[in-house]
């Protein structure tokens, strides 16, 4: 079932989409050479609880971290650790806030330090692919329209996106129907309505997307160890259209 929210639901939303954004600049802070992915979970926790929040992901489903964080090869729902990042490394951080009972949820892809002429085209690939997803967030389009939108930049720019892991309807509750795909046709599914509220997340591969989940049972690395990109913002479709949450 696909919830609508009243502008009341979506003004707390927005509150907690503005906190997501606040914790990705405590990210930024720390993205450097050294730096464990476990410390970097720990410095966000912090810095959500001290605004009197509560971590998104901390528990969910027994996930055992405030943040998912993934390098390189890595996916999605990386389990922060020992892993100390490394100068040239792309990493995903994955972050969830609850404020007053309602959730905001933004994944950002971090250089650490300078990247590669192709690291750094499939990380403005995939900030271009999300963008061109939220472009389309109107009420009198369909979900094809965004995933179609998200996919035709990744490939047009010699990548391919993930298609068994996407977007979701987000609110009261972290994950929420609908599914948001990062692939679609133009016209097709879902008709977009106001009130919606979705996290629009593309997953960006450079070649094969084929996934696997490792022991963990949580991590999710490329198959093949390619390299991903992956961006999300919370978005509400209004009658004057998409509104992005997770900024300041």
């Given at each position: 079932?696909?919830?609508?929210?009243?502008?009341?639901?979506?003004?707390l939303?927005?509150?907690?989409?503005?906190?997501?954004?606040?914790?990705?600049?405590?990210?930024?802070?720390?993205?450097?050479p050294?730096?464990?992915?476990?410390?970097?979970?720990?410095?966000?926790?912090?810095?959500?609880?001290?605004?009197?929040?509560?971590?998104?992901?901390?528990?969910?489903?027994?996930?055992?971290?405030?943040?998912?964080?993934?390098v390189?090869?890595?996916?999605?729902?990386?389990?922060?650790?020992?892993?100390k990042?490394?100068?040239?490394?792309?990493?995903?951080?994955?972050?969830g806030?609850?404020?007053?009972?309602?959730?905001?949820?933004?994944?950002?892809?971090?250089?650490?330090?300078?990247?590669?002429?192709?690291?750094?085209?499939?990380?403005?690939?995939?900030?271009?692919?999300?963008?061109?997803?939220?472009?389309?967030?109107?009420?009198?389009?369909?979900?094809?329209?965004?995933?179609?939108?998200?996919?035709?930049?990744?490939?047009?720019?010699?990548?391919?996106?993930?298609?068994?892991?996407?977007?979701?309807?987000?609110?009261?509750?972290?994950?929420?129907?609908?599914?948001?795909?990062?692939?679609?046709?133009?016209?097709?599914?879902?008709?977009?309505?106001?009130?919606?509220?979705?996290?629009?997340?593309?997953?960006?591969?450079?070649?094969?997307?084929?996934?696997?989940?490792?022991?963990?049972?949580?991590?999710?690395?490329?198959?093949?160890?390619?390299?991903?990109?992956?961006?999300?913002?919370?978005?509400?479709i209004?009658?004057?259209?998409?509104?992005?949450?997770?900024?300041?």
């Amino acid at each position: 079932m696909i919830y609508l929210k009243s502008p009341r639901e979506i003004a707390l939303m927005r509150e907690a989409g503005r906190l997501v954004a606040q914790a990705h600049l405590v990210v930024k802070q720390h993205m450097q050479p050294g730096i464990t992915t476990r410390e970097i979970d720990l410095a966000v926790e912090d810095f959500i609880r001290s605004k009197g929040c509560i971590p998104s992901f901390k528990g969910y489903r027994g996930f055992p971290a405030s943040t998912c964080i993934c390098v390189n090869e890595e996916m999605v729902h990386g389990i922060p650790g020992a892993r100390k990042l490394q100068a040239g490394d792309i990493v995903k951080v994955d972050i969830g806030v609850i404020y007053k009972d309602y959730h905001g949820d933004s994944v950002w892809t971090y250089g650490v330090g300078e990247l590669s002429p192709e690291k750094k085209h499939l990380v403005e690939a995939t900030e271009n692919s999300l963008m061109a997803g939220v472009a389309q967030a109107f009420p009198s389009k369909y979900m094809g329209d965004i995933g179609h939108a998200m996919q035709k930049v990744a490939e047009d720019n010699g990548y391919v996106v993930q298609r068994e892991y996407g977007g979701h309807g987000v609110g009261r509750n972290l994950h929420e129907d609908p599914s948001v795909p990062n692939f679609g046709e133009p016209g097709r599914g879902i008709p977009l309505r106001v009130g919606m509220t979705i996290a629009i997340e593309p997953i960006v591969c450079v070649k094969d997307p084929s996934a696997l989940t490792l022991s963990d049972k949580w991590t999710v690395v490329s198959k093949h160890n390619h390299l991903s990109a992956q961006c999300e913002h919370t978005v509400a479709i209004t009658k004057d259209g998409p509104q992005i949450m997770t900024v300041l």
